[in-house]
C-alpha cells in the first residue's frame, strides 16, 4: 500500500510540475517587446483607402527614456523632402502604439490636419496599422481610413 501511495505522490508532483511550465513558457514575457522590439528605427509606408496609388514613406523613431517619445518623418508623393509630424496623445499598451499627428506646416479649412493613428508591432519586426483623419481633412480623406505598412531598419556598426 505504501508503494502505491508513493507512486500517485510522484505522478501527482510531475503533473503539478508539468502544468507549471506549461504556464510558465505560454504567458507572454513582460518587457520584450515594448522595450527591445519596439524601440528603434522603422521605415515605413502608409496609404489612404481612397487613392492607394498615392504612397506615403518615411521614418519613425520610438524611444524609452522617461517616457514613450516617437517621431516621425514623412515623405508626401512626389516629394523628396522629409516633414517631422508631431506626434501627441500617445498611449502605448503591450505591443501597440496609437496617437495623433499633427500636419502643423499648412492650413486646410482654417486649422492643421490631425490623424489618428494605431500601429500593432510583430515578433518579426514588422508593424501594421490603421488610421483616419480627424481634423481638418484634405479634400476627399474625411472618410477614408489610413493603412500603415513598417519594418524595423536593420542598422550594422557602419551606421
Known sequence: MKYKNSNRSLVLLILLL????????????????ESGNITGKWEFYFTYSNDTNLIYRGDLEIEMKDSLQVSFAIVAPKSLRP?????????????????????????????????????????????????????????????????????????????
Open 83 to 159: 516633414e517631422m509630424i508631431k506626434a501627441t496623445k500617445l498611449t502605448m499598451v503591450a505591443d501597440k502604439i496609437s496617437g495623433s499627428l499633427i500636419y502643423d506646416r499648412y492650413k486646410i479649412r482654417g486649422g492643421f490636419l490631425i490623424e489618428y493613428f494605431e500601429l500593432q508591432f510583430n515578433q518579426n519586426q514588422t508593424f501594421s496599422g490603421f488610421g483616419r483623419c480627424t481634423a481638418f481633412c484634405a479634400e476627399g480623406t474625411d472618410q477614408s481610413t489610413i493603412r500603415w505598412y513598417g519594418s524595423k531598419q536593420i542598422t550594422t556598426p557602419n551606421n
Open 18 to 33: 508539468l502544468i507549471a511550465a506549461i504556464a510558465f513558457f505560454m504567458l507572454p514575457s513582460g518587457n520584450s517587446s
